[in-house]
């Protein structure tokens, strides 16, 4: 068993059963640049300070920048025996250099070097699922301009209501993503708190500088209370709150591309690299990817609750409750990116049935509040109009027809406005371009639409360049 670092006060070796219950270092593991880079910061500013010397310092930076190489290249395995990345990290350091090492922790404690490990963990992986959202909206803006003239039944109730462009139902989840975006970066800057200095609850004896800290980490603030620094995770319950509405997004969409795949429907067919087949039934196609997609939503879900219930009654300051935050963390993450990364890859490839949502767009009686539009246009009071169009619907069920259908004598006998132009205005591309309304579906507002959001998406462009160094550096570490 592996000699603890805060032996001194117990007389007893730790249970080997608590020694299991109580190990976080085979998922914290994970952290170990953040810990590094924050170590290294530390020790600057230590020697920044005068609390150690120059030299102690140099030798701990180059040494734990050592470390951070053998680990990434395989050379050194962190001890599975340690409690946690951080002793384990601090041990190796020891190990290599002696007494010098045990410097390092002078001012800190595990408490705020979790805390800071995991805003600059948050910090990048925010950075890299806002990338990963521009992406997907690329991907949409780019399918919404594709399929500009796709007509389609917009749906109210699962029922037929009114045609649209099949544009504009997509676009509706590039907002849904744009909102999902626009509150990861508020996140983001809840998550940039600098910590370091708090120590394990009222801060440090030692003249320490953690504005120096905060500027050699790019943090735009340094935590206000040392207390409230060492026991906060709203930012991570902020983050997983986020992550469960951006995945109720994805499991709506994910369940309409379920639904239209259907024979049904037969509005769209998912490539056959997103399916798979049946163990039984030979003819079988299988959407597995939306469906795990609106699967894993329940995931994230539970995330959020198990981090809420976690924090609900723990008392100020630290308690150890708070080793549970990270699993949680970590698995939406993971969900989360691998999501992104899927749905972007697997909408391009979804082939579209243009005739077959076309062709229902206007039918089950979808240009009914146009007819009634028409005869509102004709001085009629909507209520009556509404009435009207009703009963001429009623009489279409019975006849077994379509609005469009219907003769002008037909029409008239239900009420006399009905004119000559009534089928042009029923014509289902007028429909479309009639609705000009702000967000409406006509052809001209969904290119407005989509030109604003190529534009609002170049701003966010610094995020998309980032995602691959953000994947292969999560972190800056600067030995």
């Given at each position: 068993?592996?000699?603890?670092?805060?032996?001194?006060r117990l007389e007893l070796a730790t249970d080997k059963l608590v020694e299991d219950y109580t190990a976080s270092i085979h998922f914290d593991g994970r952290l170990y640049r953040?810990?590094?880079?924050?170590?290294?910061?530390?020790?600057?500013?230590?020697?920044?300070?005068?609390?150690?010397?120059?030299?102690?310092?140099s030798l701990i930076v180059k040494t734990l920048g050592e470390i951070l190489q053998d680990i990434e290249q395989g050379r050194v395995a962190l001890d599975p025996s340690r409690e946690d990345i951080h002793m384990a990290i601090e041990n190796e350091l020891t190990a290599r250099i002696g007494e010098v090492g045990g410097k390092l922790h002078t001012a800190r404690s595990r408490n705020d070097q979790i805390a800071l490990d995991m805003r600059l963990f948050m910090r990048d992986e925010i950075e890299s699922i806002m990338g990963l959202l521009c992406e997907l909206r690329r991907?949409?803006?780019?399918?919404?301009?594709?399929?500009?003239?796709?007509?389609?039944?917009?749906?109210?109730?699962?029922?037929?209501?009114?045609?649209?462009?099949?544009?504009?139902?997509?676009?509706?989840?590039?907002?849904?993503?744009?909102?999902?975006?626009?509150?990861?970066?508020?996140?983001?800057?809840?998550?940039?708190?600098?910590?370091?200095?708090?120590?394990?609850?009222a801060g440090t004896t030692f003249p320490i500088d953690m504005e120096w800290t905060a500027r050699q980490l790019g943090f735009s603030k340094v935590a206000a209370n040392s207390m409230d620094a060492v026991s906060d995770r709203d930012y991570l319950i902020e983050f997983c709150s986020v992550s469960a509405i951006l995945m109720m997004h994805v499991s709506r969409m994910a369940e309409e591309f379920i639904i239209w795949s259907s024979p049904e429907f037969s509005f769209i067919e998912i490539s056959d690299a997103f399916c798979t087949g049946s163990s039984i039934m030979p003819q079988k196609k299988n959407p597995d990817v939306p469906e795990l997609m609106r699967g894993k939503t329940g995931r994230v879900y539970g995330n959020l609750i198990a981090l809420l219930t976690m924090v609900k009654g723990l008392p100020l300051a630290y308690n150890r409750d708070l080793q549970e935050d990270k699993e949680p963390v970590f698995d939406t993450v993971d969900t989360i990116k691998a999501t992104l990364r899927l749905l972007s890859k697997m909408l391009p490839e979804i082939r579209i049935d243009r005739e077959m949502m076309s062709g229902m767009a206007g039918r089950n009686f979808t240009l009914a509040t146009d007819?009634?539009?028409?005869?509102?246009?004709?001085?009629?009071?909507?209520?009556?109009?509404?009435?009207?169009?009703?009963?001429?619907?009623?009489?279409?069920?019975?006849?077994?027809?379509?609005?469009?259908?219907c003769s002008l004598d037909e029409l008239r006998t239900f009420h006399k406005a009905f004119g000559e132009d009534v089928f042009s205005f029923i014509e289902i591309s007028n429909v479309i371009d009639r609705r000009k309304s702000m967000g409406g579906t006509s052809t001209s507002r969904v290119k407005e639409a989509i030109a604003r959001a190529r534009k609002e998406l170049e701003a966010c462009k610094l995020y998309s360049d980032r995602v691959g160094e953000l994947q292969m550096t999560p972190c800056s570490v600067r030995p």
């Amino acid at each position: 068993m592996a000699e603890k670092l805060w032996k001194g006060r117990l007389e007893l070796a730790t249970d080997k059963l608590v020694e299991d219950y109580t190990a976080s270092i085979h998922f914290d593991g994970r952290l170990y640049r953040y810990d590094i880079e924050g170590s290294i910061a530390h020790c600057r500013m230590l020697a920044e300070c005068g609390i150690i010397s120059r030299e102690e310092a140099s030798l701990i930076v180059k040494t734990l920048g050592e470390i951070l190489q053998d680990i990434e290249q395989g050379r050194v395995a962190l001890d599975p025996s340690r409690e946690d990345i951080h002793m384990a990290i601090e041990n190796e350091l020891t190990a290599r250099i002696g007494e010098v090492g045990g410097k390092l922790h002078t001012a800190r404690s595990r408490n705020d070097q979790i805390a800071l490990d995991m805003r600059l963990f948050m910090r990048d992986e925010i950075e890299s699922i806002m990338g990963l959202l521009c992406e997907l909206r690329r991907t949409i803006i780019e399918a919404a301009e594709k399929y500009i003239d796709v007509i389609m039944p917009g749906f109210t109730h699962l029922q037929h209501a009114q045609p649209v462009l099949f544009s504009h139902h997509l676009m509706a989840y590039h907002e849904m993503f744009c909102r999902d975006f626009a509150r990861l970066g508020d996140c983001f800057v809840r998550t940039d708190v600098m910590p370091l200095g708090s120590a394990a609850l009222a801060g440090t004896t030692f003249p320490i500088d953690m504005e120096w800290t905060a500027r050699q980490l790019g943090f735009s603030k340094v935590a206000a209370n040392s207390m409230d620094a060492v026991s906060d995770r709203d930012y991570l319950i902020e983050f997983c709150s986020v992550s469960a509405i951006l995945m109720m997004h994805v499991s709506r969409m994910a369940e309409e591309f379920i639904i239209w795949s259907s024979p049904e429907f037969s509005f769209i067919e998912i490539s056959d690299a997103f399916c798979t087949g049946s163990s039984i039934m030979p003819q079988k196609k299988n959407p597995d990817v939306p469906e795990l997609m609106r699967g894993k939503t329940g995931r994230v879900y539970g995330n959020l609750i198990a981090l809420l219930t976690m924090v609900k009654g723990l008392p100020l300051a630290y308690n150890r409750d708070l080793q549970e935050d990270k699993e949680p963390v970590f698995d939406t993450v993971d969900t989360i990116k691998a999501t992104l990364r899927l749905l972007s890859k697997m909408l391009p490839e979804i082939r579209i049935d243009r005739e077959m949502m076309s062709g229902m767009a206007g039918r089950n009686f979808t240009l009914a509040t146009d007819l009634a539009d028409y005869l509102v246009r004709r001085e009629v009071p909507f209520r009556q109009a509404h009435s009207i169009v009703g009963r001429v619907v009623q009489h279409c069920i019975r006849k077994g027809k379509e609005l469009s259908d219907c003769s002008l004598d037909e029409l008239r006998t239900f009420h006399k406005a009905f004119g000559e132009d009534v089928f042009s205005f029923i014509e289902i591309s007028n429909v479309i371009d009639r609705r000009k309304s702000m967000g409406g579906t006509s052809t001209s507002r969904v290119k407005e639409a989509i030109a604003r959001a190529r534009k609002e998406l170049e701003a966010c462009k610094l995020y998309s360049d980032r995602v691959g160094e953000l994947q292969m550096t999560p972190c800056s570490v600067r030995p």
